[in-house]
């Protein structure tokens, strides 16, 4: 079966697509993803991602339209996002070129990856609109991609060293050190290593007032505690050039522990709880033109996660459970051009996770899916189009846990066929307008967690389907010899739906006992905008301004056997998700000087589907600023950042219970020889 | 696109956040008799510090929501996080706030805070004389890495709120039950049984009240819960069952012999005792419909039979998602049942005349449990 699927069809003649681009391998990748996709990416790359006060890739994930971020407040604390309001499930999280997973609950941390060494970071709604990619791509709702630094030598260099130092707020202490060596005209290789200590210490603040005359009711201050985090990265990557090609291989080890700081509640204001992960994988690609008509792609990746959480508050139950996840990844991607407009791919992956705990009653289960992803594109100047299906096969099988008495057997098999459907039109040739739209339905399967999870999990679980319908367009337009260089705006009006979304629903009697079922129902409305603008000023002076808005009317359409509790919660917006939110960044340059400054808004939200008064958020936003300046010596250069977050010190949570730091600051120190 | 953004900054500021007011709702016409209303403990859901204290005044009918900061707004962070138990003792009320570690001691009669009693991982609380007695999974530690941990008694002197003494028990002791001057105790050993049933506690541990020592323990099934002495003295014991195979049940302690003599077939979630019959309420799991499966019973304590397995008798009990407390009137039997729904977001409360057919209903807190009656001050 699988041999089969990976049989190459056909191997003819010319293809003008893809023609412009052997000619540098090195570059291509990245041209490649912006160029070939039909909707372009919201981006952060280069000197913005830089402007950013971001630590890490979730800092700067908050700066895409209609995206939410889930933050627990401070370094080592747990933030995933969540796209379009369809929930964090439906993310997936590409870690240069290759999905990051996580069978046992689906959740990327996206704080465990530092901004350090990342050249560019794209999101896209549906999925990449290009159809020669592996079929797992085609696999989420929303995805997005991380692409680090590749070593680039020009003639006479040899070698690249960058170290970095930061440290600042929270005791902070986070030094890196990158690599990079030609090792021949072809092959280069880097390595990079970072480590991060904060003890995640910070003041906080509740303050409550009498409604009426606003005297101060309450009004404490504390300290977070519990929070450290000591994290050590390491990668390793070899870059080669073949004939017509390329090919890569990365090494990834991570290793972590954290103190999970908990909710602030009444007389408890300290958790103990902690967490340990380690990470590794090792992952790699290879891409060759066979003929001009004729494209392959090979990717792979084995992974292997252990994650153990502690629980030594002897006050509490006392658990100690370590969870063991693996990964094996193989994808072929074949794309063949019909004629000099018309492309067809078939990408052919194959994966196997499995998780093994300590965990009393909880089976070890494995999963095997097979994707296949059909899709055609064709370019006809004004209008792009482009079409895909997916084939899903997941079979899975448990063996025996720890203490596992009551097995319940394993999920069945499923079986799932998903379109998508990308469209783009430029009417005219002198403008730079263009329209688009797309369909998408997608799923993502229950997580080993909602399937087998001692007491909770169900494996009656179907997996929970969105679908998107998107509308929208872009307008740029360049001046020459003005101060307004350049300009761009970008308009998304959008439905989503997610059906069969899986909720925990109470249980039998007492001790919060919940299971896993199939009901809610969602409905997203939404508008993102996001434009961004270069102005030329006298004296060199160079500004860039970057702004997203997103407008989301998120609907909680569960059904309830209660109709008086469903009233409640019927047409409810869902939990966080604010109905404006936006962000602005403005970075100034001048010489060797950089001053920026970025803002994030979320608006009035509430953080359950209960619109009521009791469960309503105030909007909060921070403002932040940085200041850089490059220090260009003989043969290296020397970078001082230093930067300044939360500047009007706002208190303030993202998530209940969970206080966000006050100003908080950071300088950091690059040497580049 | 910035002169929205300026528009958002200028127009959403953020102020000082105001402390909640509580919602006053008419629900039913005043009426006066001994009791002058009850409390309703919210447990809200872990972690959310939502656990809020509500009102029901018999005299005006009005229903007061989340009234705990109104009254107390100088408590950082309210009420806290899990309410578990809410009960009345003299001219206090008591309520047992689980994550906050702690015993909330309040007016009775206003719901002003008079202070806190510190017990951490605290579950149940009964009186005796001078004495309320609280029952904690939070037994002392030994340094030995297969010690698993105890619980305990705490015996608490009402007038200072100090812990005067404390008496080991089994592991995870819930309810308990004060009554021919022992303390019996339901131990659920909750924390053990994950992984298999034997693992559970299956004993009622016996304090001397005088002594404050344990005497015996009592068999009785895996994973106790909920303990009332009925008026001849005779002890009523639920358990939980393992969630499992083995369902939730009840039993009967004759008071005599000091062993199980009988039990009946009923699963129990909450209950009242009123006079000689037991209301109980229960929730139980079914992997068969995959839902929750749902009954209200009544049984006599005197003649140990279930009078009726649906004391509600006009077809609400189709629409109630998680029957999660119970409350009967002593005076006029009016029964008060919460709906808990989905844990998330508020319930319900339903009030029933005594032949079952609703009267009203109003929405709660998160996961309204517990009750409280408050006699009419003289």
């Known amino acids: 079966m699988l041999l089969y699927l990976f049989l190459p069809f056909c191997l003819i003649a010319q293809s003008k697509l893809d023609s412009v681009q052997h000619i540098d391998e090195v570059r291509i990748t990245a041209a490649k993803t912006s160029a070939k996709a039909i909707i372009p990416a919201q981006q952060l790359e280069g000197a913005q991602l830089k402007a950013l006060n971001s630590f890490s890739v979730a800092d700067a994930i908050r700066y895409f339209a209609g995206v939410q971020l889930k933050d627990y407040g401070g370094v080592g604390g747990l933030k995933t996002v969540d796209i379009r309001s369809m929930g964090t499930n439906h993310m997936g999280v590409f870690y240069d070129g290759i999905q990051l997973g996580n069978a046992q609950n689906g959740q990327i941390d996206l704080g465990k990856f530092s901004l350090d060494n990342i050249e560019s970071i794209s999101l896209y709604n549906g999925q990449k609109s290009d159809i020669f990619q592996p079929a797992r791509d085609y696999g989420s709702s929303g995805s997005v991609y991380l692409r680090f630094r590749r070593p680039h030598f020009s003639q006479q260099e040899k070698q690249h060293l960058k170290a970095t130092f930061r440290t600042g707020s929270f005791d902070l202490v986070n030094p890196s050190f990158l690599y990079e060596r030609k090792l021949s005209e072809t092959v280069s290789a880097s390595v990079n290593t970072e480590y991060i200590y904060s003890s995640g210490k910070y003041k906080f603040r509740y303050k409550r007032v009498l409604p009426g005359s606003n005297e101060v009711a309450y009004d404490t201050t504390a300290i977070r505690k519990n929070g450290d985090i000591y994290a050590f990265r390491a990668e390793a990557g070899l870059y080669g050039r073949i004939n017509e090609g390329n090919w890569e291989l990365k090494a990834y080890f991570y290793d972590s522990e954290r103190g999970i700081p908990g909710a602030i509640v009444n007389n408890r204001w300290m958790n103990a709880q902690r967490q340990w992960d380690t990470n590794f994988f090792v992952q790699g690609g290879a891409r060759k033109v066979l003929t001009d008509k004729y494209d392959v792609m090979l990717k792979f990746k084995f992974a292997s996660d252990r994650m153990r959480y502690l629980n030594p508050d002897t006050t509490l139950m006392y658990i100690d459970n370590t969870f063991r996840q693996g990964e094996a990844y193989v994808s072929l991607a074949q794309k063949y051009a019909i004629t000099g407009f018309w492309d067809v791919s078939l990408s052919t992956d194959f994966q196997l996770n499995l998780l093994e705990s300590d965990l009393d009653d909880m089976v070890y289960p494995t999963r095997n899916s097979t994707l296949i992803a059909l899709a055609t594109a064709i370019d006809l100047g004004k209008i792009k189009a482009q079409a895909s299906i997916l084939a899903t096969l997941i079979n899975e099988k448990i063996t025996s846990g720890k203490n596992t008495a009551n097995q319940a057997g394993s999920a069945p098999n499923k079986e799932e066929f998903t379109p998508a459907v990308f469209f783009s039109y430029a009417p005219f040739a002198a403008q730079n307008l263009s329209f688009r739209a797309f369909y998408k339905h997608i799923f993502r399967m229950p997580t080993f967690n909602d399937l087998y999870y001692t007491d909770i999990g169900n494996i009656q679980l179907q997996p929970e389907f969105t679908h998107q319908y998107n509308l929208g367009l872009k307008y740029s337009k360049s001046y020459e010899q003005q101060t307004l260089a350049h300009w761009e705006l970008q308009l998304d009006g959008y439905y989503n739906e997610v059906r069969n979304k899986i909720v925990a629903v109470p249980k039998g009697s007492g001790m919060y006992r919940w299971m896993m079922m199939n009901l809610g129902k969602v409905e997203i409305r939404g508008l993102d905008v996001s434009s961004k603008a270069v102005f030329h000023l006298p004296r060199n002076v160079l500004f860039h301004v970057k702004g997203t808005y997103t407008y989301q009317k998120a609907q909680d359409f569960t059904r309830r056997k209660n109709p008086e509790l469903e009233k409640i919660t019927w047409g409810g917006q869902i939990p966080y998700i604010p109905w404006h939110s936006g962000s602005l960044i403005v970075s100034g340059s001048y010489q060797n000087w950089q001053l920026n400054y970025s803002f994030i808004y979320v608006g009035e939200r509430y953080h359950n589907s209960a619109n009521i008064r009791e469960n309503y958020e105030q909007p909060w936003y921070t403002n932040d600023m940085s200041l850089l300046k490059n220090f260009s010596l003989k043969e290296s250069n020397l970078k001082v950042a230093l930067e300044v977050s939360n500047l009007l010190s706002q208190d303030y949570e993202v998530v209940l219970n969970y206080p966000m730091p006050k100003r908080n600051y950071k300088i950091t120190l690059t040497f580049e020889l | ?378």
């Open chain 2, 1 to 378: 696109m910035i002169g929205l953004l300026s528009v958002l900054i200028l127009f959403s500021c953020r102020d000082d956040v105001e402390l909640f007011t509580a919602d006053n709702i008419d629900v039913d016409t005043g009426e006066t008799g001994e009791y002058r209303g009850f409390y309703l403990l919210n447990e809200g859901n872990m972690g959310s510090n939502k656990s809020t204290l509500d009102f029901y005044d018999f005299e005006t009918g009005t229903y007061k929501r989340n009234i705990y900061a109104e009254v107390n707004p100088n408590v950082p962070k309210e009420l806290g996080d899990v309410g578990n138990d809410l009960q009345v003792y003299g001219s206090k009320l008591y309520a047992v706030i689980n994550v906050s570690n702690k015993v909330e001691v309040l007016d009775a009669q206003t719901a002003v805070r008079i202070g806190q009693i510190e017990i951490p991982n605290c579950r149940y609380i009964r009186f005796h004389g001078k004495y309320a007695y609280v029952t904690s999974y939070a037994g002392p530690v030994e340094i030995n890495p297969d010690y698993t941990q105890l619980g305990f008694v705490a015996k608490v002197d009402t007038a200072t709120l100090q812990v005067v003494g404390k008496c080991l028990v089994g592991f995870q002791p819930d309810e308990l039950a004060i009554a021919n001057g022992k303390i019996y105790v339901a131990n659920s050993g909750g924390y053990m049984g994950s992984g298999s049933t034997e693992n559970y506690e299956r004993t009622v541990s016996v304090i001397d009240l005088e002594s404050f020592t344990e005497e015996k323990r009592i068999d009785v099934d895996y994973n106790l819960h909920r303990i009332r002495a009925d008026k001849r003295g005779n002890l009523w014991v639920s358990s939980r069952g393992d969630y499992k195979e083995l369902p939730s049940r009840l039993f009967f302690i004759d008071a005599e012999k000091q062993v199980v003599t009988d039990t009946i077939d009923v699963p129990v979630s909450s209950w009242w005792q009123h006079g000689d019959s037991l209301y109980v309420c229960s929730v139980s799991w079914s992997y068969i419909t995959f839902s929750n499966e749902i009954t209200y019973a009544v049984v006599n304590t005197q003649t140990r039979e279930v009078v009726t397995r649906n004391f509600i008798s006009d077809g609400s009990e189709q629409q109630i998602e998680i029957p999660y407390g119970v409350m009967v009137h002593p005076e006029k039997g009016d029964i008060f049942l919460a709906d808990a729904g989905n844990y998330v977001t508020p319930g319900m409360l339903y009030c029933f005349d005594r032949d079952g057919t609703r009267k009203w209903s109003v929405r709660t807190g998160d996961i309204p449990a517990h009750f409280a009656l408050i006699k009419t001050n003289d």
